[in-house]
T-cell receptor
Framework: TQLLEQSPQFLSIQEGENLTVYCNSS?????LQWYRQEPGEGPVLLVT?????EVKKLKRLTFQFGDARKDSSLHITAAQPGDTGLYLC???????FGAGTTVTVRA | DAGVIQSPRHEVTEMGQEVTLRCKPI?????LFWYRQTMMRGLELLIY????????DSGMPEDRFSAKMPNASFSTLKIQPSEPRDSAVYFC???????????FGQGTRLTVV
C-alpha cells in the first residue's frame, strides 16, 4: 500500500503571507495530483505532476514534484481568504489520498 | 454533462437498517471510486471500478459494506446492517483512464442513530 503523509495538518495564516504544504511517501509515484476541497463540496483538481523535478505554476500556486518522485510540495504566495480549504494530495492510478492540510487564511 | 450525481444528499437512518447510496458517473468515464470521509480518518478509498469491474476493494471496512456497478452509468454502495460508526460523508468520483482529473460528486452525508 502506498501511503501519503501530508504536513502540517493545520495551517492558519494572515492574508498576504506565504505558505507551503508537503506531501511525502516512501514509495515512488508515476504521477501525483493535488486537490482542494471546500466545506460541503467534493475535492476539485488543482494540478497533476508527472515528471521528477517538475515545477508547475497556477497563478499564485506553485507545485513541485521531487526528483525521486516520492514527495511534492504546494506553495501559495500572498495567500487570500479564497485559498481557505482542505488541500489533498493523491498518488497514481489508485487515487488514494493523504490526510490533507486544512488551510485557513484570515482577512 | 451534469457532473457526478450522488443520491441522496442526506440520509438519516436507525442502527441496523440497510442503507443504499447511489452514484451516476460522468458519461464516458471508465473509472469509478467510492470514498468515505470523516474528521478522524480523512478521505478513505473504499473501492474502485474499471469498466464496471471491481479492481480493489481492500478499503471496504467489513462485510457489512458492498458495492456494485451493474452498468457504466450507475453504481451503488450498500451498508447492511448500518452502525453509528458508519456515520460519515460518502463520495463517489469518476474519471477517464488512469491518470486524469477525477470528478467528485457532492457527497452523501450519512447519519446512523
Amino acid at each position: 500500500t502506498q501511503l501519503l503523509e501530508q504536513s502540517p495538518q493545520f495551517l492558519s495564516i494572515q492574508e498576504g503571507e506565504n505558505l507551503t504544504v508537503y506531501c511525502n511517501s516512501s514509495s515512488v509515484f508515476s504521477s501525483l495530483q493535488w486537490y482542494r476541497q471546500e466545506p460541503g463540496e467534493g475535492p476539485v483538481l488543482l494540478v497533476t505532476v508527472v515528471t521528477g523535478g517538475e515545477v508547475k505554476k497556477l497563478k499564485r500556486l506553485t507545485f513541485q514534484f521531487g526528483d525521486a518522485r516520492k514527495d511534492s510540495s504546494l506553495h501559495i504566495t500572498a495567500a487570500q481568504p479564497g485559498d481557505t480549504g482542505l488541500y489533498l494530495c493523491a498518488g497514481d492510478y489508485k487515487l488514494s489520498f493523504g490526510a490533507g492540510t486544512t488551510v485557513t487564511v484570515r482577512a | 454533462d451534469a457532473g457526478v450525481i450522488q443520491s441522496p444528499r442526506h440520509e438519516v437512518t436507525e442502527m441496523g437498517q440497510e442503507v443504499t447510496l447511489r452514484c451516476k458517473p460522468i458519461s464516458g468515464h471508465d473509472y469509478l471510486f467510492w470514498y468515505r470521509q470523516t474528521m478522524m480518518r480523512g478521505l478513505e478509498l473504499l473501492i474502485y471500478f474499471n469498466n464496471n469491474v471491481p479492481i480493489d476493494d481492500s478499503g471496504m471496512p467489513e462485510d457489512r459494506f458492498s458495492a456494485k456497478m451493474p452498468n457504466a452509468s450507475f453504481s451503488t454502495l450498500k451498508i447492511q446492517p448500518s452502525e453509528p460508526r458508519d456515520s460519515a460523508v460518502y463520495f463517489c468520483a469518476s474519471r477517464y483512464q488512469r491518470v486524469t482529473e477525477a470528478f467528485f460528486g457532492q457527497g452523501t452525508r450519512l447519519t446512523v442513530v
